[in-house]
């Protein structure tokens, strides 16, 4: 079952105040933040995980085209848009070679932008879901194959292991995820329950007669 969702996050690269705070009023129902330059994009980008950027084309140091492909390559599925005053076709077609999801004009027409945010953000959560499997495949297998060296151990050093094993697992599960139609954001959602649950899962199979099981340290 897919957990309920908390408001969704977006991202706005604009280096125009007044389209920020249009785009501000437009998209109040979710979680925004704002970017006016590529570099402050990437920085964003580097320290949180977003559901959608809108990016304008024109910048004051890139071309919004070069950030759609940087979002593009530390995100491969997550849904950008560009929201710009660049209105030739071949602006269009440069930014759906980089990697956009939809393209409109400004100025904006507010149900033009709220239909593809909305529109957008649907089918990655609906991609999400059905990567979901191959996330848990990926989490279960990395707990199978440690089970018989986990066993020998000692609590503590078990303790040890986990640690090791929970970061590693979190890597594989969000290439898989990822490469199953998954988004970034998705992914930090549901990772730490879905490990939570497999974990208590595999450590009860693994404890036997213990009268508890061990909880992973890095679950709190």
Known sequence: M??????????CVDGDSESRQVLKDLLSAYEIGFACNAFEGIRELRSGVFDLYVLETSLPDWSGFQLCRQIRRADPRVPILFCTAATRVKDRMRGLRAGASA???KPVEPRELLTNVRVLINLAQIESAQARSEMHRVIHEELTCLSDELMKRSVRAKNVVCSALERTTKLKAMRAFAGAGGTHANFERWWLGMFADAWAQYDLQVAGNRHHATPHPMIH
């Open 103 to 105: 393209y409109i004009r």
């Open 2 to 11: 897919v957990p309920a969702e908390e408001k969704k996050m977006v991202l």
